[in-house]
């Protein structure tokens, strides 16, 4: 049997547990974390690659955003992308070639991670109805190489027409894109019980304005949205 001793040692121990050991914060951002590399830096770029053309990289996930953002899983990255309208394509069908991109990281041309559409809040088949009436979508290429592992993610993001147009960029697209998705971000947002607070913050010095080297030759303003997304309490 448990003597009083041992009782009032355990319960004092669950006390010093909790109110000293629960209350250190669960994540920390390291000292030194940054928002991202900048893939110029070292011989990347903020186009990806789709036959010999590219798409630009206009929105940034910073990697100051809570670690659980950053990890492409269902319940980190995916949810969050959830939160804002996009989930992962038509049933988990991947549409065309995969586009590559590099980061500078080290790794060289990497593969998307993933192509992420717009889901019309509707669960499951939302993706479909943009596979099939066009809308918005991104790809996804995480800076995680040895040489820049910051861990932010880099977003392709542009408005597509319908199927009829195969899969065409609407005039204006990487703009309209990125600006809707930025829309559909700030402030605060919810999805399965997880409450996400998202800042933007522009960055004009990595890519540059105009149509040179990019895909369908549509202009962009040369403006990369960095998405800053902090899990708050609910
Ligand atoms: C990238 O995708 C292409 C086309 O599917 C494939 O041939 C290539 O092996 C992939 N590269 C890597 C590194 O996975
Ligand atoms: C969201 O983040 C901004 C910028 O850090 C902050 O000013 C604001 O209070 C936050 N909102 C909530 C509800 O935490």
């Known amino acids: ?43 990347g770029s903020l186009l990806d690659k789709s036959a010999g ?3 630009p990289l ?10 659980e953002i950053l990890s492409f ?10 939160a ?4 992962i394509e038509c049933l988990g069908f991947h549409s065309g070639t995969p586009q590559s991109a590099n980061l500078g990281d080290g790794r060289g041309d990497v593969n998307e991670t993933a192509v992420i559409r717009e889901n019309f809040k509707v669960p499951v088949l939302g993706t479909c109805i943009e596979s099939l009436i066009g809308g918005n979508h991104f790809r996804v290429f995480p800076q995680t190489g040895t040489e820049a592992n910051s861990g932010a993610l ?36 919810t999805h399965d019980g997880v409450k996400y607070n ?6 004009t010095d990595l890519l540059q304005p105009g149509a040179e080297g990019i895909n369908h030759g549509i202009a962009q303003d040369g403006i990369v949205k960095m998405l800053t997304v902090t899990i708050i309490d609910s």
Request: charged fraction near 20%; include cysteine.
């Open 1 to 43: 049997m448990l003597s009083f001793t041992s009782l009032f040692t355990l319960l004092a121990w669950t006390i010093f547990f909790n109110i000293h050991v629960r209350a250190l914060p669960i994540e920390r951002c390291a000292e030194d974390a940054v928002d991202y590399f900048n893939p110029l830096d070292k011989g």
């Open 53 to 55: 053309l590219g798409e």
């Open 58 to 67: 206009n929105v940034i996930i910073s990697a100051k955003s809570s670690p």
């Open 73 to 82: 899983t269902n319940h980190g990255f995916l949810n969050y992308a959830r």
């Open 84 to 87: 804002i309208g996009f989930s």
């Open 154 to 189: 880099f977003l392709a993001v542009s408005k597509e027409e319908d199927v009829s147009e195969s899969h065409n960029i609407v005039p204006d697209g990487y703009n309209i894109g990125r600006d809707e998705l930025v829309q559909a971000a700030m402030g605060i947002r």
């Open 198 to 203: 998202t800042t933007v913050t522009d960055i």
